[in-house]
């Protein structure tokens, strides 16, 4: 049996007011002259019962949807992400929104999600495409973009991917390496991160005078990291930037099942810097990322764009090398 919601004239009736009063009261309505005692006693009603405004009800008296939508890339959910998603959500929460989640799959319009939602704004944790552009291009909806792609109507925050990868190639050619390789998913999944990463290792290369980067992917198994790393040595590779901590684990797995050593043998070097990193077999050097940082500042921009003026967090790397025994 559906248990039925519990409405304003519940919450009148328990507390022997009129509907009105019992919204004015939590409504906070300015310019009302109820008694303390009795709004507290509405509220004290409200509480007992369990009523929970209607969001709906609420946005056609504001004029404004008090929802935002937070559309997600089109790759498995990591740590990172969910930690993002997470901090996003609290904040705008604090300030009265529901952030709701949704992935947005490559080359999917999301216009029609966007319609029968109607949110206040939008915040893009991935791309945004072609197939985009009518809804994006409405003037009068907020967009903010954390990752590659083009500006929406409050531009981009930038979270590049190509720069993590470009301090990898740094940090291993500074330690004397000339062949340098990149271990990505063979998932196609992880392409829309994948990808960058891998031209942000070409691009620094081609700048660093290095050769081409040999590239292989893999899957997590043994036998993929195995054959991984033969390839890699294979080519004269000496140093690799993986894809993330992940796939370096993989690679440092397949040293190890090969009798092998980092950072002798083949020096490591991931992205994202997760907890395990440092409880590898050599201890995993990673590129860590000032996550913090970016969903503040896309934080910052969605609440700017809604009328709530906020200073976004100061200038800062969002990239450091934390260097461990792999690299």
Known sequence: ???????????????????ATVSYVLNET????????????????????????????????????????LLLPDAPVGENLARMTERFTDAMDA?????????????QDMGHLVAEIG??????LGELGPEDEGWASAPSLPIVLLGEGPG?????????????????????ADAGHRRIGFARPRSAQFTVYAEPRAEGVRRRCAERGLAEPVEVELGLTGEDAVAAVAALRGAGVT????????????????????????????AVIGIDNIPLAALTHPP????ALDLNSG?????????TGLGIPTDPPPPSDPFRVVVRASA
């Open 295 to 303: 969903i503040d500042r896309a934080t910052a921009a969605i609440l």
């Open 95 to 107: 300030h009265g929104f529901l952030a709701v989640s949704r992935r947005k799959r490559t080359g």
């Open 152 to 172: 929406g109507a409050l531009g981009e925050t930038s979270y590049a991917h190509d720069a993590m990868a470009m301090r990898q190639v740094d940090h291993l």
């Open 30 to 69: 300015a310019g009302q002259t109820i008694t303390p005692a009795t709004q507290e006693r509405v509220r004290e009603a409200a509480r007992d019962l369990g009523y929970t405004p209607s969001r709906t009800a609420r946005a056609l008296r504001s004029g404004r949807s008090d929802l935002v939508l």
């Open 284 to 287: 995993l050097t990673s590129v």
């Open 239 to 266: 140093g690799v930037a993986a894809y993330n901590d992940e796939y370096a684990i993989a690679v440092l797995a397949g040293l190890r099942l090969s009798g092998l050593t980092a950072p002798t043998d083949l």
């Open 1 to 19: 049996m559906v248990e039925r919601r519990v409405t304003v004239k519940d919450v009148a009736k328990r507390a022997g007011v009129s509907q």
């Open 119 to 124: 949110p206040a704004a939008v915040l893009c």
